[in-house]
């Protein structure tokens, strides 16, 4: 047709020779010139028309080069517009005839159509060249970056219940800046896939899914070229696809908890990676080219089957933790000692009987784990860690304590135990700033008197019950305390049923200090009835637990027991806080949950030392101010009672400290709090009892902590928690239904709940 938009006036020529002339000659000097342009006219018709179309204008994704080509091409289709439009106007005059209107109309029209779609380009040129700024509409990229998600909700249910609303800025887990979408946090939101077009969200820098169900990922995601943070951990991926290698601004990569069998040598690409975790699959080797990871911090590869390590990541000179625990090392190799920013080295749960003599260089070390595997010495140049604070030893085949140790004057915690240790040092008094010593399951029969010296200055010694401290006389409270607990015993039949034997230290829930000192007492759900005023004779006790019994009442005494630390007292039938407690100003945890209590009385802001208070399923309608006094407080458990509105002071403690509050409870002024499913609950509660899961599950995010998987409704499903050094399991374990998988091996359990 364009073509034909030419040729006409040819016609009209030949036709009125005699009369055209002039016109003849005009065009036959410009032909060539006239059919260039055809032919350009031709090429931008079809460009323009895609152009013109809605959808093409919402997209951002128009090049440079295309935008150049454009412009060119519009310029030089004004000029030919022009000229057409003057030769049009030439012809006409000279070479008008009745036969001709036609013709000339038709040129009309075919140069106005010419005209509208020149005029959309110029307006895409024009959008392309000078961007709307914030306040004005919006870009092409934005609504694109909105539309994604919107498509991937239309196609995932669970996305369908999770993003509600129009409007994305609200939905959970997205994040914009400006508008485009920067963060997609989606852990547990039960995935099976992702959908491509997720490569189409250029602007996005942090990706967060965690605890789905996805066992591969599209390609499309190597698009995306300002990912920072990937976290990809408790899917079930079996590979990790090349394209990886293409995220080169990663800085965060977590592979952990998947099925992997291998990672793909392009990781070696990402060269400003700074933390990497590959724990839980089923490695039995890594690429050579992971030592080109230069700027890596965290290389965390335990829970695999490794047998070696390349040699090629003594490399990684930036690398402050390396963790190798529960693999298939059978050494460690000399370049360890090269790299020397190292703050913490896991090597547990391996089968070493040596290491080399280069650790002595990781002079930044502060956390050394060893324990679980078959070390019968330590090499001398141990001793030059001095910064070290942390050193696992237990569960190997030491026959003594090493010398090394000696001038480890920084160490705060040294775990001994499940040795075949005959005897402990004296000049172990001398590690001034030791908070824990665990000789717990070795061959001592007696330790020396500067233990007693550690235990005076704070220390935490764990003793068998056959460690009797040298030199130490048998007081008469000692003996005391195991009279007092035999009178129980023939008080409560239900104790008579729970102790058998004659040696306490033998009595389940019984814990004796290197004497006969009763210190804790854990006697949860044993069916008592009463407990004896006696109980207050038990000076040295640091820690009661009787919940869950079928107490009416329970003895002032117990607030004569100035040392106790921990106290709970749950599903005791309590329909008030006992008034005695008041005087255990040394208290640090109180469980008061699962009772009738109506109020908490105002002295409970004296109980300054407090660190947790549990007060969950009771009928309390109201709290005091005096909450706010408890300056120590780490955590506060208030669900599931009558509460409507709390005192403003209970948002100041949450500045500070865990605040657990029923959806809807408005905290002075403020908005109802969300809820805290269950499930949740029992895992703090578990973690507050258990040291080992104190240092496991940091923060207050559940859905991180280690060996935790979470449904997408905040139920606990999977709890792998092997080899975490666990001495017991809480009777509330019973009470996760959704729980699909329970793994508990490698832990110290004497016993486990029915």
């Known amino acids: 047709m364009?073509?034909?938009?030419?040729?006409?006036?040819?016609?009209?020529?030949?036709?009125?020779?005699?009369?055209?002339?002039?016109?003849k000659m005009l065009v036959k000097r410009n032909k060539r010139r006239a059919e260039h342009l055809m032919d350009q006219l031709e090429a931008l018709d079809q460009p323009i028309k895609v152009l013109s179309t809605e959808q093409e204008m919402e997209r951002s994704a128009i090049s440079h080069a295309t935008l150049n080509k454009l412009t060119k091409a519009v310029e030089d289709a004004q000029a030919l517009l022009q000229r057409q439009c003057k030769r049009r106007s030439y012809l006409?005059?000279?070479?008008?005839?009745?036969?001709?209107?036609?013709?000339?109309?038709?040129?009309?029209?075919?140069?106005?159509?010419?005209?509208?779609?020149?005029?959309?380009?110029l307006q895409v040129q024009m959008y392309m060249s000078n961007p709307p700024t914030p306040d004005s509409a919006p870009r092409p990229a934005v609504n694109r970056d909105v539309e994604v998600l919107r498509q991937w909700r239309e196609r995932e249910s669970t996305l369908q219940h999770w993003w509600s609303g129009e409007d994305p800025t609200t939905w959970p887990g997205v994040k914009i800046d400006?508008?485009?979408?920067?963060?997609?946090?989606?852990?547990?939101?039960?995935?099976?896939?992702?959908?491509?077009?997720?490569?189409?969200?250029?602007?996005?820098?942090?990706?967060?899914l965690e605890n789905n169900r996805l066992t591969d990922l599209p390609?499309?995601?190597?698009?995306?070229?300002?990912?920072?943070?990937?976290?990809?951990?408790?899917?079930?991926?079996?590979?990790?696809?090349?394209?990886?290698?293409?995220?080169?601004?990663?800085?965060?990569?977590?592979?952990?908890?998947?099925?992997?069998?291998?990672?793909?040598?392009?990781?070696?690409?990402?060269?400003?990676?700074?933390?990497?975790?590959?724990?839980?699959?089923?490695?039995?080797?890594?690429?050579?080219?992971?030592?080109e990871l230069t700027s890596l911090e965290q290389l965390l590869v335990e829970n695999?089957?490794?047998?070696?390590?390349?040699?090629?990541?003594?490399?990684?000179?930036?690398?402050?933790?390396?963790?190798?625990?529960?693999?298939?090392?059978?050494?460690?190799?000399?370049?360890?000692?090269?790299?020397?920013?190292?703050?913490?080295?896991?090597?547990?749960?391996?089968?070493?009987?040596?290491?080399?003599?280069?650790?002595?260089?990781?002079?930044?070390l502060m956390e050394l784990w060893l324990n679980d595997n078959g070390l019968r010495?330590?090499?001398?140049?141990?001793?030059?860690?001095?910064?070290?604070?942390?050193?696992?030893?237990?569960?190997?085949?030491?026959?003594?304590?090493?010398?090394?140790?000696?001038?480890?004057?920084?160490?705060?915690?040294?775990?001994?135990?499940?040795?075949?240790?005959?005897?402990?040092?004296?000049w172990i008094a001398e590690l001034t700033s030791l908070r824990m010593l665990w000789l717990l399951e070795t061959e001592l029969t007696s330790v020396p008197a500067s233990i007693g010296d550690l235990r005076d200055r704070g220390c935490d010694v764990s003793l068998d019950a056959n460690g009797i401290i040298e030199g130490s006389e048998p007081e008469p409270a000692v003996h005391r305390d195991v009279e007092v607990l035999r009178l129980?015993?023939?008080?409560?039949?239900?104790?008579?049923?729970?102790?058998?034997?004659?040696?306490?230290?033998?009595?389940?829930?019984?814990?004796?200090?290197?004497?006969?000192?009763?210190?804790?007492?854990?006697?949860?759900?044993?069916?008592?009835?009463?407990?004896?005023?006696?109980?207050?004779?038990?000076?040295?006790?640091?820690?009661?637990?009787?919940?869950?019994?079928?107490?009416?009442?329970?003895?002032?005494?117990?607030?004569?027991?100035?040392?106790?630390?921990k106290l709970s007292l749950s599903g005791t039938q309590l329909t008030d806080v006992p008034v005695w407690i008041r005087q255990l100003t040394?208290?640090?945890?109180?469980?008061?949950?699962?009772?009738?209590?109506?109020?908490?009385p105002a002295w409970i802001g004296e109980l300054t030392s407090l660190r947790k208070l549990w007060l969950v399923k009771n009928r309390l309608t109201n709290l005091p101010e005096q909450l706010g006094q408890l300056t120590s407080l780490e955590a506060l458990e208030l669900t599931e009672n009558r509460l409507t509105r709390v005192p403003a002071s209970i948002g100041d403690l949450r500045d500070r400290a865990f605040v657990g509050l029923d959806a809807g409870v408005i905290i002075g002024d403020s908005e109802p709090e969300p809820a805290v499913h269950l499930d949740v609950k029992i895992l703090r509660r578990w973690r507050e009892r258990e040291p080992a899961l104190q240092r496991r599950w940091s923060g207050e995010d559940t859905a991180k902590w280690s060996g935790v998987t979470l449904d997408g409704g905040g139920r606990v499903k999977e709890l792998i928690l092997d080899g975490a050094v666990l001495t017991s399991v809480p009777a509330e374990i019973g009470e996760l239904k959704a729980l699909k998988k329970l793994s508990l091996s490698g832990n110290k359990l004497k016993e486990v709940p029915a």
Not at 9 to 14: A, D, H, M, S, V
Not at 230 to 238: A, E, F, H, I, S
Not at 249 to 273: A, D, F, H, I, K
Not at 391 to 397: D, I, K, V
């Open 2 to 23: 364009a073509m034909a938009l030419y040729l006409l006036p040819f016609q009209i020529i030949i036709s009125n020779i005699n009369q055209c002339r002039a016109a």
């Open 488 to 565: 129980w015993r023939e008080r409560e039949p239900a104790l008579q049923r729970r102790w058998s034997g004659e040696d306490p230290a033998t009595w389940s829930g019984v814990t004796l200090d290197g004497g006969d000192r009763v210190v804790e007492l854990i006697l949860d759900g044993a069916a008592l009835t009463s407990v004896p005023a006696e109980i207050g004779e038990l000076k040295a006790l640091k820690v009661l637990w009787l919940n869950d019994n079928r107490l009416t009442e329970v003895p002032a005494e117990i607030g004569q027991l100035t040392s106790l630390k």
């Open 178 to 208: 400006g508008d485009r979408v920067t963060g997609l946090n989606l852990k547990g939101a039960a995935l099976t896939s992702l959908p491509a077009e997720i490569g189409e969200l250029e602007a996005l820098k942090e990706l967060e």
């Open 377 to 426: 010495s330590l090499p001398e140049q141990l001793a030059n860690l001095t910064s070290l604070t942390e050193l696992h030893l237990y569960h190997n085949q030491l026959t003594s304590v090493p010398v090394q140790l000696r001038r480890l004057t920084s160490l705060q915690v040294l775990y001994l135990g499940r040795n075949q240790l005959e005897s402990v040092p004296a």
């Open 92 to 121: 006409s005059h000279m070479c008008w005839s009745s036969s001709t209107d036609q013709e000339f109309s038709d040129m009309d029209r075919r140069l106005g159509d010419f005209r509208e779609s020149l005029s959309v380009s």
């Open 586 to 600: 040394s208290l640090q945890v109180l469980h008061l949950s699962n009772n009738q209590l109506s109020s908490v």
């Open 219 to 291: 390609e499309e995601i190597g698009q995306l070229k300002s990912l920072t943070t990937l976290w990809l951990y408790m899917n079930q991926l079996r590979r990790v696809p090349a394209w990886i290698g293409e995220l080169t601004s990663l800085e965060v990569l977590w592979l952990r908890n998947n099925q992997l069998t291998s990672v793909p040598v392009e990781l070696g690409r990402l060269t400003s990676l700074k933390q990497l975790y590959l724990g839980k699959n089923q490695l039995a080797s890594l690429p050579k080219e992971l030592g």
């Open 304 to 364: 695999n089957r490794l047998t070696g390590i390349p040699e090629e990541l003594r490399n990684l000179k930036s690398l402050t933790s390396l963790r190798l625990g529960n693999n298939k090392l059978w050494e460690v190799p000399a370049w360890i000692g090269e790299l020397t920013s190292l703050k913490t080295l896991g090597l547990q749960l391996n089968s070493l009987e040596s290491l080399p003599a280069e650790i002595g260089f990781l002079r930044s």
